[in-house]
């Protein structure tokens, strides 16, 4: 094969490249905030738990609602500051899931998933690192609602980035789960796996939650032989990506295979098999003769084996 095959313009990795100024010097001032909300510009992005309102017209769908319009759909449970758009404050607004419900009706409004707004590109890209900022941290809110430490309930603070306990007086701070997520490779062939959530003709990368007391090297070596029974040895780190299903981020890695015979964890894994990097360029460019395909472009391990087809081995290095 060439040395660098052609796939075409790289598509876009989403959730990143975030054009949100966080502006975390205005979270802990309330005041400030409360008139930033008043604002003529200022916009409210609304979560209700998994689902996104959208505001449909004429087949395009915007994600923005203005404060009256936003307050016109029901009661706020939480309302958190994202920062600044071109200086115009943008916020998170979450949304009871049961006041979806009526709704749902409404040929005024679209209520759908975040993933199914990235798929099918329902929004301009600009829009989904601010609508993963807010569905994470609201979705942290809904399940933080009373103290870990003590069990009182706890109230909100700067901006939405803090939960402090008026019991016990700890404070609570926004999560972010770390995931690896990483290809193994032996020279010019890798190992992919199918899920039983994948469609029938998807393959993509293996991937784990990092463990506390963890390195990510460490993980991705555990993940790979857990999942394939496969050893690694060198790791090396290649991107991230926010996943806010429900607040994690993807940490991507290459790492190199040091045995071959693959036993799969059927708990976790359909399949698993070995790719050579000819057949993935078939996969990504969607020639492949039994249709398999590897994964969407907006996720990172669609990026990762792209990564590995371009530099071959070399992303080892
Ligand atoms: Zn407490």
Not at 187 to 213: D, H, K, Y
Request: hydrophobic content about 40%.
């Amino acid at each position: 094969m060439p040395a660098r095959p052609d796939l075409g313009p790289s598509p876009y990795l989403g959730y990143t490249a975030s054009q949100i100024d966080r502006a975390v010097a205005l979270r802990g001032d309330e005041a400030a905030l409360e008139s930033l909300a008043q604002e003529p510009s200022s916009r409210f992005y609304l979560i209700g738990g998994e689902p996104v309102l959208l505001k449909s017209a004429d087949g395009a769908f915007d994600p923005l609602f203005s404060a009256n319009e936003a307050h016109a759909l029901g009661p706020a449970r939480e309302t958190v500051f994202l920062g600044l758009m071109d200086g115009a404050p943008r916020f998170g607004l979450g949304l009871d899931p049961a006041a979806l419900e009526p709704l749902k009706q409404r040929k005024d409004l679209k209520i759908t998933d975040l993933r199914s707004i990235a798929v099918h590109g329902l929004v301009v890209a600009a829009h989904l690192p601010p609508l993963a900022e807010a569905k994470a941290l609201l979705g942290w809110h809904g399940r933080h609602r009373f103290c870990p430490n003590c069990g009182a309930p706890t109230r909100v603070v700067d901006g939405g980035w803090r939960r402090d306990c008026p019991s016990c007086k700890v404070q609570h701070f926004p999560r972010t789960d770390p995931v690896a997520i990483m290809l193994p490779i032996a020279g010019e062939r890798c190992v992919l796996g199918r899920s039983p959530r994948f469609g029938p003709t998807m393959w993509s990368c293996l991937a784990g939650f990092i463990e506390p007391g963890e390195t990510i090297e460490g993980a991705v070596r555990r993940e790979v032989h857990e999942e394939v029974g496969i050893a690694c040895g060198r790791v090396t780190y290649f991107a991230s990506q926010p996943w806010p299903f429900p607040m994690s981020l993807m940490i991507g890695c290459h790492a190199e295979a040091l045995s071959e015979n693959i036993v799969i964890d059927r708990s976790e894994l359909e399949d698993a098999r070995w790719f050579d990097r000819e057949e993935l360029v078939l996969m990504l460019l969607r020639k492949h003769p039994q249709g398999l395909t590897a994964t969407v472009p907006h996720a990172i391990a669609y990026h990762i084996i792209r990564r590995y087809i371009e530099e071959g081995p070399d992303v080892l290095r």
